[in-house]
């Protein structure tokens, strides 16, 4: 496909986005009917749909319209460069602009211009403060890929180099000691043989600094209790080798692939239905608004309301109260969110402080995406002794 092509069938998947299907529905549909499409070609126009959701608003105000045309001439703009190039009309590339698309569209402002449903500019403006610019900004750009070197059979530079020899270019990246950046071959990564032997995990920088952060001390028991496809339970696996890891979850179906990554990591991890006795430390990775998360999934910048905000705040606070109760007196327990605002992470933890005046905050952060991973907070909750 020409470079104008691929434009062409973004502006098609983004107008069944636009009619309300979810873009990984529209696209596995387009990608069916096209046959004639190349993995690249697949790539290209994901690249072109997610960029156009990560900027919804200010490439419609750009493009001057809410198609799926209108938006790809305001991403154009948006990077300054001139759509015409493209829309010419010849061969499978989008029509010729017409005198109108070419006087349409102006500068985005205010929350159109962070690329922000207005409601929640408003509360990134209260939690972020000063941060709130370079956060939306941030949340505009693609995410940068990130491994893990995997503890438990190799570090950080050995993965490095042996990465490097299966075409894989990293560098360390500062937030946590097992994290590298991906600078090229990324689409490459899981077939390389460093992934299949468990050397490197794929795992946002963030997260490996949220794992990093926690007091582990002599732990020797430690529940997941949220632990989705399980990538906290590994990179806890890979710190404290000789601690019992027992991992759960309300959807025991998340976990499925669980005992496969284990396996291949050389952790051993076990899934439990439900959790028995106390634990050293306990982590409640919780549901949440995913906010800090939304260059890789954009669309849900879009999709959250007040409304599942305070639904997800009540669960938010169900569990860190469930999760008390299995920990031991003197253990941890470690409440994360990859959000940023501050109903998911400072409010709850001061909400659950006033409500066990008992336990005391130990370590406690807030990763923002300008700090090069994906927005995240997490606090350790001492219990008494
Ligand atoms: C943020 S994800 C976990 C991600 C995972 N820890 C990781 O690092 O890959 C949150 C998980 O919490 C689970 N969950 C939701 N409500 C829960 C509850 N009440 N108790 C336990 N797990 C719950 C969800 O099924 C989901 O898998």
Redesign the pocket.
């Known amino acids: 496909m020409t470079p104008a092509a691929r434009v062409q069938a973004a502006i098609e998947i983004l107008d069944r986005v636009q009619a309300g299907e979810a873009a990984e529905k529209a696209l596995t549909s387009w990608g069916r009917r096209a046959r004639f499409a190349g993995s690249k070609d697949r790539a290209a126009i994901r690249d072109h749909v997610f960029d156009v959701l990560r900027m919804w608003r200010s490439t419609a105000a750009l493009g001057g319209g809410e198609t799926g045309r209108a938006r790809m001439i305001g991403l154009f703009r948006a990077h300054g460069q001139d759509p015409a190039e493209l829309f010419t009309g010849q061969g499978h590339a989008p029509m010729a602009m017409t005198d109108v698309e070419v006087a349409a569209g102006d500068a985005p402002d205010g929350a159109a211009a962070l690329d922000l449903p207005d409601w929640l500019a408003a509360r990134f403006a209260e939690d972020l403060g000063e941060r709130t610019h370079e956060t939306a900004e941030a949340l505009r750009t693609r995410a940068p890929v990130f491994v893990r070197a995997n503890l438990l059979k190799t570090d950080r530079e050995k993965a490095r180099a042996r990465l490097a020899e299966e075409g894989v270019e990293t560098v360390p990246h500062a937030l946590a000691e097992t994290a590298l950046e991906v600078t090229s071959g990324a689409r490459g990564l899981i077939r390389t043989d460093s992934f299949t032997d468990g050397w490197i995990e794929l795992q946002d920088a963030a997260?490996q600094a949220v794992v990093e952060m926690i007091p582990l001390g002599d732990a020797t028991r430690i529940l997941?209790?949220?632990?989705?496809?399980?990538?906290?339970s590994l990179a806890l696996a890979a710190r404290v080798p000789k601690a019992e890891l027992f991992a759960?979850?309300?959807?025991p179906g998340?976990m499925s692939d669980l005992p496969k990554r284990a396996l291949r990591a050389g952790a051993t991890v076990t899934c439990v239905a439900k959790p028995k006795g106390v634990y050293d430390i306990v982590m409640a990775?919780?549901?949440?608004s995913g906010s800090g998360a939304w260059r890789r999934a954009p669309e849900g910048k879009w999709r959250l309301t007040e409304a599942r905000l305070a639904e997800l705040t009540d669960?938010q606070a169900?569990?860190l109260t469930t999760c008390a109760k299995l920990v031991r007196p003197g253990g941890a327990l470690v409440y994360a969110t990859?959000s940023l605002l501050r109903a998911e992470n400072e409010a709850q933890i001061d909400a659950f402080l006033a409500s066990h005046s008992d336990w005391r905050i130990g370590p406690n952060r807030r990763f923002l995406p300008s700090d090069g991973g994906d927005g995240f907070y997490a606090a350790c909750l001492i219990a008494p002794d």
């Open positions: 997260s997941d209790y949220c632990a989705g496809g399980g990538g906290k759960h979850d309300a959807d998340r990775d919780v549901p949440c669960i169900h569990i990859c």
